[in-house]
């Protein structure tokens, strides 16, 4: 078993640090938010006043935070993580960030002898709960073997995709498909409602269909349709919109950068944008429904 210490525990960030100290790792945490490191500490979680006293003696830093400044602040400059962290400490950055800012965060890593992978992860809320994430690792073979057997505690699709930055490519890119697939889902199921279907009906009609994918399937935007979903609880808790637009925003910039043309991912991001605009950034991504049926 490892000692870990866990930065970041928000609507994913929890449930993951939450993993690992049911699979026995030695496990402490830090978050801005008392009652988040609370609720970890009462399921037998350390805690520490800051960020630096959380890490002091870690085999293994793992971060999940918001964004890329977030990251940087965390870990560069003369008060980061990295500067104080001695080498050979395994550093996991689960974050959805940049390409180029997991590509530097790691520069610095390594002039000072830390394995460090980029591993952000797919999954969802629910995932995070029942320990099912995929992550997508950026790295070093090396880093990523010594850190499988931890995400092996949180995760149960473990992919290398690369060097660092690689698991920031993959994950943008699937985040933008799924902002896509969601909108089109929400979109679709609309329009048979308007026409008078039951969107439970008309749900499964396209599951078994060439239409199916994995919002119809797990996920399904529409009220009342599936439980235990966000769309059957006013669309609290899951994945924000505001992190989905966020997402949207990295692989627009990386399209622009590489010279790529990405029509239907740039209809998805003006879509959220709008959706967010219109005072929703904080309820799940599948509220994305709203704009096609208006409460």
Not at 30 to 42: E, G, P, R
Not at 102 to 122: H, N, Q, Y
Not at 265 to 279: D, I, K
């Amino acid at each position: 078993m490892a000692k870990i210490t866990f930065i970041g525990l928000g609507n994913m960030g929890g449930p993951m640090a939450s993993n690992l100290v049911k699979a026995g790792h030695e496990v402490t945490v830090f978050d801005l938010s008392k009652d988040a490191v609370a609720a970890l500490v009462s399921e037998g979680a350390k805690t520490a006043d800051t960020a630096h006293e959380a890490a002091s003696g870690a085999e293994c830093v793992i971060t999940m935070l918001p964004a890329g400044q977030h990251v940087e602040a965390v870990y560069l400059g003369d008060d980061g993580l990295l500067a104080k962290l001695p080498a050979g400490t395994l550093v996991i950055d689960s974050s959805t960030i940049a390409p180029e800012t997991a590509r530097g965060v790691a520069e610095v890593a390594r002039a000072k002898d830390i394995p460090f992978l980029d591993a952000p992860v797919s999954g969802g809320v629910g995932g995070a709960k029942a320990g099912t994430l995929t992550f997508i690792c950026g790295g070093s073979g090396e880093a990523f073997n010594q850190a499988k057997p931890i995400l092996d505690a949180m995760g149960k699709n473990i992919f290398h995709a690369g060097d660092h930055g690689s698991g920031q490519v993959a994950k943008i890119c699937n985040n933008m498909l799924l902002a896509i697939l969601m909108s089109g889902t929400s979109e679709a199921l609309a329009l048979g409602v308007k026409n008078g279907l039951d969107p439970a009906v008309l749900s499964e009609i396209m599951k078994q269909s060439s239409g199916g994918n994995w919002a119809l399937n797990v996920y399904n935007p529409w009220p009342g349709v599936m439980e235990g979903v966000p769309a059957s609880r006013n669309y609290e808790g899951g994945f924000l919109v505001n992190l989905m637009t966020k997402d949207l925003g990295l692989a627009f910039d990386n399209a622009v950068k590489n010279q790529a043309s990405i029509p239907m991912g740039s209809l998805a991001r003006n879509l959220f944008q709008l959706h967010a605009g219109q005072g929703n950034g904080n309820l799940d991504f599948s509220s994305i429904q709203r704009l096609y049926k208006p409460e």
